[in-house]
């Protein structure tokens, strides 16, 4: 009878963490909606507590005596019931599906495009005070074991079919969720400008959305990304977080530090002597999303979108390179099993790194910072790209 206890426990832990896969994964699809914080905050919470409450289903089920005495009730009436194959769905989404999918996580192949990754990482906690900011959650950065601080410089070398002959050597930096609010402080985002502009200049930057989490840090946009030089252009585009906070006045600053802003549509631009087409996707905040109809034909086409989640519009659209950010790589990523939550349609699927499929290639970056400045083995990341031709 110990062992039947024992086992049922361990059955109603699996159901359990089956049961918060399912509302956590309903929670990523609806964070990839654009939904007004005044559904999402609530929506986040009322999550946790339905996560929380999974116990409450075992009285409708069996008392504890039944359990130990007789197994089963034979008689558990409709509610029982339902409670009873709730807990059975959930000990297939538990036990069977999270495992699945985590070992395909684990084993799924380095797409082809990705030749080379490196990173270094580099703690700016010992850059002085000015680097932790102040705020109500500066508690939370200064955790031990917290990333917040710690960023990964990230090289990667991509090679892409029908890459112009004269890109062979192309670099781009990617710069992603900035989220300027007070955590980190200046003295971080001036450090890590600091490391970037001591390197080789690239010859794009792309800056792809989420500056500002307050209308006060919309200050630090053009002494902060003002500094970052391109042999070629700079392009940005607009994140969600940015619609809060007089968006026209964001762009308006961004063209003020010399970045030529997409929005949701293209524009043709040159380096290093070849047309190519930029095209911008806020969606789906931002509407309406890019009509690339009167767009010319044969030109390669890079596009800057803010959440992976646009991946397939891509596809369908010829895109050749994404690069986004939005998801943050999850924040908080679980040892083995990887990301919980992450602000997706698609959930885990484009959590962070390097995808391939259709002839689109798109890299999603980790951002540099959050509104909320917890990080756990997830660090920020500035991302610097070498194309070469296929």
Request: charged content about 20%.
């Amino acid at each position: 009878m110990d062992s039947l206890l024992a086992l049922l426990i361990f059955g109603f832990l699996v159901a359990w963490v089956g049961h918060a896969c399912i509302w956590t994964s309903l929670l990523n699809h609806v964070y990839g909606r654009p939904f007004s914080k005044a559904f999402l905050r609530p929506w986040r919470l009322t999550t946790g507590i339905i996560i929380v409450a999974f116990p409450l289903l075992v009285p409708m089920v069996t008392r504890p005596a039944d359990l130990v005495s007789e197994g089963l009730p034979r008689s558990l009436g409709v509610w029982g019931w339902l409670a009873l194959v709730y807990i059975g769905v959930g000990l297939v989404f538990g036990g069977v599906i999270l495992p699945a999918i985590t070992l395909y996580r684990l084993l799924r192949p380095r797409p082809p495009a990705l030749t080379t990754e490196r990173s270094e990482t580099v703690d700016f906690r010992v850059g002085g005070a000015d680097v932790f900011g102040s705020g109500k959650w500066a508690w939370i950065a200064r955790l031990p074991r917290n990333d917040v601080y710690r960023v990964d410089f990230t090289d990667l070398t991509l090679t892409l079919p029908d890459l112009p002959p004269a890109w062979d050597g192309l670099t781009i930096l990617l710069l992603s969720d900035l989220h300027f609010h007070g955590i980190p402080g200046r003295g971080f985002f001036d450090r890590v400008i600091d490391r970037i502009v001591a390197a080789p200049p690239t010859d794009l930057v792309c800056l792809v959305g989420d500056y500002l989490d307050s209308d006060e840090h919309r200050a630090w946009i053009g002494p902060v990304l003002g500094r970052l030089t391109a042999t070629g252009e700079k392009f940005a585009i607009l994140g969600n977080h940015d619609e809060h906070y007089n968006p026209e006045d964001v762009r308006a600053d961004l063209v003020a530090a010399g970045y030529r802003v997409i929005g949701n549509g293209w524009t043709e631009a040159t380096v290093r002597g070849e047309r190519f087409v930029v095209v911008g996707h806020e969606g789906p905040w931002f509407v309406p999303p890019p009509d690339l109809s009167d767009a010319p034909p044969g030109l390669f086409r890079l596009c800057l979108s803010h959440t992976p989640d646009n991946i397939y519009w891509g596809r369908k659209n010829g895109i050749r390179l994404m690069l986004c950010g939005h998801v943050h790589g999850g924040q908080i990523r679980v040892p083995v099993i990887g990301p919980i939550f992450i602000p997706s349609v698609y959930g885990r699927r484009f959590d962070s790194g390097v995808f391939e499929g259709e002839g689109t290639v798109m890299v999603v970056g980790r951002g540099l910072s959050g509104k909320e400045p917890l990080r756990f083995r997830c660090p920020p990341q500035v991302i610097r790209i070498t194309l070469r031709p296929r």
